[in-house]
């Protein structure tokens, strides 16, 4: 199961971004990946536990990051307003790049965890 907001074509910066994260999972692509850290026993409820409640996390990160991205946005359209300038309808590029990623990251993050609470299931 997906969790891709966007349909491929539709945000080819997020295309780009969702798939290189998702290449990078050590969940998703367990053999894609060259593991340098300790290997969960994924067949295991205890290697499972831990691994999952860490996928939790770095979802909540993402989901925060992703949050902030709007905040920032949302507040440089108010200061544009209040200086009376042009209000922004797009982010400039440094930020959109930001915000692109944050969706990604939120979105892997966020099937990680699904699979890993169908395997616990």
Avoid at 70 to 93: H, M, Q, V, W, Y
């Amino acid at each position: 199961m997906s969790r891709r907001r966007f349909r491929i074509g539709i945000h080819k910066t997020y295309d780009m971004r969702f798939d290189c994260r998702k290449a990078g999972s050590q969940i998703l692509n367990p053999l894609g990946v060259d593991i340098a850290w300790t290997v969960f026993d994924m067949n295991d409820e205890h290697g499972l536990k831990p691994l999952l409640a860490d996928c939790k996390a770095k979802l909540a990160r993402a989901e925060l990051a992703v949050k902030k991205a709007d905040e920032k946005f949302e507040e440089l359209k108010t200061t544009r307003a209040n200086e009376g300038r042009s209000i922004p309808e797009e982010r400039d590029r440094a930020s959109e790049a930001d915000y692109w990623d944050a969706l990604a990251a939120a979105d892997v993050a966020g099937e990680e965890v699904d699979k890993l609470e169908n395997m616990l299931a």
